[in-house]
């Protein structure tokens, strides 16, 4: 069975250090980066399965490489910061990361955060009999989306919620729910990341104006996707 390609992109020695250690020990194989510059040419060359990025670097920050990887980098990326705001999630969530976590980073809950990362990306069966979208087409193992023939370009995160919606089409699925599903842990996320990724997923299938007609708000209840 082959390892978990992580690639880390951090600059202090020791963080870095520790990181791939527990990493390793914890049966992943790694390849740390200190330079920013050298950032997007290791995405390219070691294509990991995920990438731990923090966001302060010399050569290039870890915004702009986030920026400038999703342009043909569709694995989950996971964001080192040592700001915990409304703000700096938000503004995470709308460079294509798929979650952060702050420093002083805990070994235990950075391993739990890759492994709900990397359980996203399995691809999802659907239910034999289950309902679907009529303009919607999931290739599961590609996990490439069309949208009225269209191929869109998601980042993990929009995908998982889509794929949820899509499991429970014509159902409301509450915000706890999407919680869940994206974080695959327990964890106190705040709405706006939730209502980030509806608002990423309707712009993308050109759903962003009132009244909503393929992913709606239903009140007090969450989201859903209409029948199509």
């Given amino acids: 069975m082959e390892k978990t390609k992580v690639l880390i992109v951090e600059d202090d020695a020791e963080i870095s250090r520790l990181m791939a250690m527990y990493l390793e020990i914890e049966g992943f194989d790694t390849r740390v980066i200190d330079d920013g510059l ?7 060359n070691y294509l990991p399965d995920l990438i731990i990025l923090d966001l302060m ?10 920026k400038q990887a999703r342009a043909f980098y569709q694995g989950p990326i996971l964001v080192l910061t040592a700001c915990n705001d409304d703000v700096s999630e938000v503004s995470l969530l709308k460079l294509g990361a798929d979650d952060f976590l702050t420093k002083p980073l805990k070994p235990h809950v950075l391993v739990a955060r890759i492994e709900a990362l990397m359980r996203r990306i399995k691809p999802q069966q659907s239910m034999p009999g289950k309902k679907k979208h009529s303009r919607l087409d999931i290739d599961a193992e590609s996990q490439k989306v069309s949208f009225d023939g269209n191929e869109l370009s998601l980042t993990g995160a929009e995908y998982e919620m889509l794929i949820v919606l ?3 089409i014509g159902i409301p699925v509450s ?9 695959g842990i327990e964890h106190d996320f705040n709405d706006r990341s939730i209502d980030m990724r509806i608002s990423g997923l309707r712009k993308k299938i050109q759903d962003d104006q009132m009244p909503y007609k393929i992913i709606t708000t239903v009140r007090n209840k ?3 996707l209409l029948n199509g």
Wanted: negative net charge.
């Fill in 166 to 168: 899509e499991n429970n």
């Fill in 38 to 44: 050298a950032a997007i040419a290791a995405i390219e």
């Fill in 57 to 66: 670097l010399p050569g290039l920050s870890g915004v702009e490489i986030c």
């Fill in 175 to 183: 915000r706890d729910d999407c919680c869940q599903a994206l974080r």
């Fill in 222 to 224: 969450g989201y859903m």
